[in-house]
Protein backbone atom coordinates (compact mmCIF):
# COMPACT_ATOMS: atom_id res chain seq x y z
CA UNK A 1 0.00 0.00 0.00
CA UNK A 2 2.85 2.45 1.32
CA UNK A 3 4.52 1.52 -2.31
CA UNK A 4 1.24 2.63 -4.50
CA UNK A 5 0.56 5.37 -2.86
CA UNK A 6 4.31 6.91 -3.04
CA UNK A 7 4.40 6.04 -6.47
CA UNK A 8 1.11 7.85 -6.92
CA UNK A 9 2.33 10.98 -5.15
CA UNK A 10 5.82 10.74 -6.74
CA UNK A 11 4.51 11.34 -10.27
CA UNK A 12 2.74 15.03 -8.83
CA UNK A 13 4.10 17.09 -11.83
CA UNK A 14 4.80 20.00 -9.62
CA UNK A 15 5.72 19.17 -5.72
CA UNK A 16 6.71 22.50 -5.13
CA UNK A 17 3.87 24.03 -6.68
CA UNK A 18 0.96 21.89 -4.66
CA UNK A 19 2.99 22.18 -1.08
CA UNK A 20 3.00 26.38 -1.85
CA UNK A 21 -0.65 25.69 -2.59
CA UNK A 22 -2.11 23.99 0.37
CA UNK A 23 0.29 26.63 2.37
CA UNK A 24 -1.76 29.09 1.17
CA UNK A 25 -5.19 27.23 1.69
CA UNK A 26 -4.54 26.41 5.13
CA UNK A 27 -3.70 30.21 5.88
CA UNK A 28 -6.72 31.34 4.40
CA UNK A 29 -8.92 28.46 6.44
CA UNK A 30 -6.89 29.88 9.34
CA UNK A 31 -8.12 33.22 9.25
CA UNK A 32 -12.47 32.22 8.50
CA UNK A 33 -12.07 29.86 11.39
CA UNK A 34 -10.47 33.06 13.60
CA UNK A 35 -13.61 35.05 12.39
CA UNK A 36 -16.09 32.00 12.71
CA UNK A 37 -14.55 31.29 15.77
CA UNK A 38 -14.57 27.08 14.66
CA UNK A 39 -11.12 26.09 15.03
CA UNK A 40 -11.51 22.70 16.25
CA UNK A 41 -13.20 22.14 12.49
CA UNK A 42 -10.67 24.13 10.76
CA UNK A 43 -7.83 22.51 12.54
CA UNK A 44 -9.27 19.25 10.90
CA UNK A 45 -9.45 20.55 7.58
CA UNK A 46 -5.85 22.52 7.83
CA UNK A 47 -4.64 18.91 8.56
CA UNK A 48 -6.10 17.54 5.55
CA UNK A 49 -4.62 20.25 3.02
CA UNK A 50 -1.17 20.26 4.71
CA UNK A 51 -1.32 16.19 4.51
CA UNK A 52 -2.56 16.33 0.62
CA UNK A 53 -0.21 19.35 -0.31
CA UNK A 54 2.83 17.77 1.33
CA UNK A 55 2.60 14.20 0.23
CA UNK A 56 4.05 14.49 -3.55
CA UNK A 57 6.87 16.46 -2.00
CA UNK A 58 7.56 14.07 0.91
CA UNK A 59 7.12 10.87 -1.15
CA UNK A 60 9.98 12.77 -3.61
CA UNK A 61 12.50 13.42 -0.72
CA UNK A 62 11.20 9.71 0.92
CA UNK A 63 12.40 7.65 -2.74
CA UNK A 64 15.32 9.58 -2.89
CA UNK A 65 16.51 8.47 0.52
CA UNK A 66 15.75 4.60 -0.22
CA UNK A 67 16.75 5.27 -3.47
CA UNK A 68 15.02 2.06 -4.76
CA UNK A 69 13.82 2.37 -8.20
CA UNK A 70 11.29 0.32 -9.38
CA UNK A 71 11.01 -0.36 -13.50
CA UNK A 72 8.40 -1.39 -15.20
CA UNK A 73 8.88 -2.85 -18.14
CA UNK A 74 5.79 -2.95 -21.19
CA UNK A 75 6.33 -5.06 -24.62
CA UNK A 76 4.35 -3.49 -27.61
CA UNK A 77 3.81 -5.19 -30.70
CA UNK A 78 4.01 -3.86 -34.03
CA UNK A 79 0.26 -3.94 -34.49
CA UNK A 80 0.55 -1.38 -30.94
CA UNK A 81 -0.83 -4.50 -28.67
CA UNK A 82 0.98 -5.32 -25.47
CA UNK A 83 2.62 -8.93 -25.01
CA UNK A 84 1.93 -10.03 -21.88
CA UNK A 85 3.82 -14.05 -22.44
CA UNK A 86 7.55 -13.59 -23.42
CA UNK A 87 11.03 -13.78 -21.90
CA UNK A 88 12.23 -10.73 -20.55
CA UNK A 89 15.82 -9.85 -19.58
CA UNK A 90 17.47 -6.82 -18.07
CA UNK A 91 21.31 -5.86 -18.15
CA UNK A 92 21.32 -5.78 -14.29
CA UNK A 93 21.38 -8.23 -11.77
CA UNK A 94 17.71 -8.66 -10.28
CA UNK A 95 14.43 -10.95 -10.52
CA UNK A 96 11.83 -9.65 -13.36
CA UNK A 97 8.12 -10.29 -11.95
CA UNK A 98 5.17 -10.28 -13.92
CA UNK A 99 3.05 -7.34 -12.72
CA UNK A 100 -0.18 -6.97 -14.67
CA UNK A 101 0.20 -6.98 -18.38
CA UNK A 102 4.07 -5.99 -17.78
CA UNK A 103 7.23 -6.82 -15.88
CA UNK A 104 8.76 -4.86 -12.77
CA UNK A 105 12.36 -4.60 -11.83
CA UNK A 106 13.66 -3.58 -8.43
CA UNK A 107 16.69 -1.75 -8.68
CA UNK A 108 18.46 -0.85 -5.37
CA UNK A 109 21.39 1.31 -4.99
CA UNK A 110 23.85 -1.12 -5.29
CA UNK A 111 22.57 -2.33 -8.38
CA UNK A 112 21.77 0.86 -10.19
CA UNK A 113 24.80 1.10 -13.16
CA UNK A 114 27.19 3.91 -12.56
CA UNK A 115 25.78 5.58 -15.94
CA UNK A 116 21.97 5.23 -14.70
CA UNK A 117 21.67 2.94 -17.86
CA UNK A 118 19.60 -0.43 -17.91
CA UNK A 119 19.17 -2.32 -21.27
CA UNK A 120 16.09 -4.79 -21.19
CA UNK A 121 15.41 -7.57 -24.07
CA UNK A 122 12.76 -9.62 -25.17
CA UNK A 123 11.97 -12.43 -27.02
CA UNK A 124 7.84 -14.05 -27.95
CA UNK A 125 9.18 -17.14 -29.57
CA UNK A 126 5.87 -18.73 -29.92
CA UNK A 127 5.50 -15.36 -32.47
CA UNK A 128 8.63 -14.84 -33.23
CA UNK A 129 8.74 -10.87 -32.17
CA UNK A 130 11.79 -9.64 -30.69
CA UNK A 131 13.09 -6.57 -28.96
CA UNK A 132 15.07 -4.37 -26.90
CA UNK A 133 15.37 -0.85 -25.40
CA UNK A 134 17.68 1.80 -22.80
CA UNK A 135 16.46 3.05 -19.52
CA UNK A 136 18.10 5.94 -18.06
CA UNK A 137 17.57 5.81 -14.13
CA UNK A 138 17.57 9.31 -13.36
CA UNK A 139 14.84 11.52 -10.98
CA UNK A 140 11.63 9.57 -11.63
CA UNK A 141 11.88 6.38 -9.22
CA UNK A 142 8.69 4.65 -11.03
CA UNK A 143 9.70 4.57 -14.51
CA UNK A 144 8.26 2.64 -17.03
CA UNK A 145 10.41 1.14 -20.21
CA UNK A 146 8.89 0.11 -23.28
CA UNK A 147 9.94 -2.42 -25.29
CA UNK A 148 8.82 -2.19 -29.07
CA UNK A 149 8.84 -5.47 -30.56
CA UNK A 150 9.61 -6.64 -34.13
CA UNK A 151 9.71 -9.83 -36.23
CA UNK A 152 12.47 -11.69 -36.00
CA UNK A 153 14.30 -12.24 -39.51
CA UNK A 154 17.90 -13.55 -39.18
CA UNK A 155 17.43 -17.63 -39.00
CA UNK A 156 18.52 -19.18 -42.22
CA UNK A 157 17.63 -22.36 -44.01
CA UNK A 158 20.20 -25.19 -45.11
CA UNK A 159 19.61 -28.21 -46.58
CA UNK A 160 19.62 -30.31 -50.05
CA UNK A 161 18.31 -30.25 -53.39
CA UNK A 162 17.23 -33.90 -54.67
CA UNK A 163 15.75 -35.15 -57.33
CA UNK A 164 13.34 -37.95 -57.38
CA UNK A 165 15.36 -40.63 -57.48
CA UNK A 166 17.22 -38.77 -54.36
CA UNK A 167 20.19 -38.06 -56.60
CA UNK A 168 21.94 -34.54 -55.46
CA UNK A 169 20.65 -32.25 -57.56
CA UNK A 170 23.46 -28.99 -58.33
CA UNK A 171 22.66 -25.70 -59.69
CA UNK A 172 18.97 -25.73 -58.55
CA UNK A 173 17.73 -22.60 -57.95
CA UNK A 174 15.99 -21.99 -54.24
CA UNK A 175 13.77 -19.24 -52.96
CA UNK A 176 11.51 -18.69 -50.09
CA UNK A 177 8.24 -17.75 -51.49
CA UNK A 178 7.61 -13.97 -51.35
CA UNK A 179 10.92 -13.03 -51.66
CA UNK A 180 13.37 -12.08 -54.22
CA UNK A 181 16.50 -13.84 -52.82
CA UNK A 182 17.89 -17.06 -54.93
CA UNK A 183 20.46 -19.00 -54.32
CA UNK A 184 21.85 -21.83 -56.62
CA UNK A 185 22.95 -25.67 -55.02
CA UNK A 186 26.36 -26.67 -55.25
CA UNK A 187 28.20 -29.40 -56.62
CA UNK A 188 26.59 -31.85 -54.09
CA UNK A 189 23.35 -30.38 -54.20
CA UNK A 190 23.92 -28.01 -50.85
CA UNK A 191 22.17 -24.40 -49.82
CA UNK A 192 21.95 -21.94 -47.39
CA UNK A 193 19.65 -19.07 -47.78
CA UNK A 194 18.19 -16.16 -45.77
CA UNK A 195 14.73 -17.48 -44.54
CA UNK A 196 13.25 -14.08 -43.41
CA UNK A 197 12.17 -15.56 -40.35
CA UNK A 198 12.43 -16.67 -36.99
CA UNK A 199 14.33 -19.93 -36.03
CA UNK A 200 11.21 -22.80 -36.13
CA UNK A 201 9.03 -20.56 -37.97
CA UNK A 202 7.20 -21.93 -41.09
CA UNK A 203 8.35 -20.84 -44.87
CA UNK A 204 7.59 -22.37 -47.93
CA UNK A 205 11.07 -23.14 -50.24
CA UNK A 206 10.97 -23.69 -53.79
CA UNK A 207 13.52 -25.01 -55.81
CA UNK A 208 13.81 -25.31 -59.46
CA UNK A 209 15.88 -26.86 -62.26
CA UNK A 210 14.76 -26.70 -65.71
CA UNK A 211 11.97 -28.63 -65.97
CA UNK A 212 12.12 -30.06 -62.46
CA UNK A 213 10.23 -28.09 -59.76
CA UNK A 214 9.41 -28.45 -55.92
CA UNK A 215 8.18 -27.40 -52.72
CA UNK A 216 8.34 -27.92 -49.30
CA UNK A 217 6.96 -26.27 -45.73
CA UNK A 218 10.39 -25.88 -43.23
CA UNK A 219 10.91 -24.67 -40.32
CA UNK A 220 13.84 -21.98 -40.05
CA UNK A 221 16.70 -22.69 -39.19
CA UNK A 222 16.88 -26.61 -39.84
CA UNK A 223 18.54 -28.51 -42.71
CA UNK A 224 15.49 -29.39 -44.92
CA UNK A 225 15.76 -31.85 -48.14
CA UNK A 226 13.77 -30.53 -51.27
CA UNK A 227 12.49 -33.08 -53.57
CA UNK A 228 12.09 -31.72 -57.31
CA UNK A 229 10.55 -33.51 -59.88
CA UNK A 230 8.77 -33.10 -63.36
CA UNK A 231 5.04 -31.58 -63.03
Do not use: C
Amino acid sequence: MLDEILKIASHVPHPLAVAGFSLFLAIVVIVLAGRARRLLAASLLIVMILGLGLAPLVSTHLLRSRGVYRVRVVLIRPDESVADVAQVKSSIAGELKMVGDGWELEVPPENRPADGKITFSASVKDEFFAGKTTLVLAEDYYPTATIPLAAVTSAMLRGVVVDDGMRAVSGAKVSIDGYPDVVLTDAKGNFVLQAHAGNGQIVAVRAQKGALVGHLSAPAGKVVEVIISSD
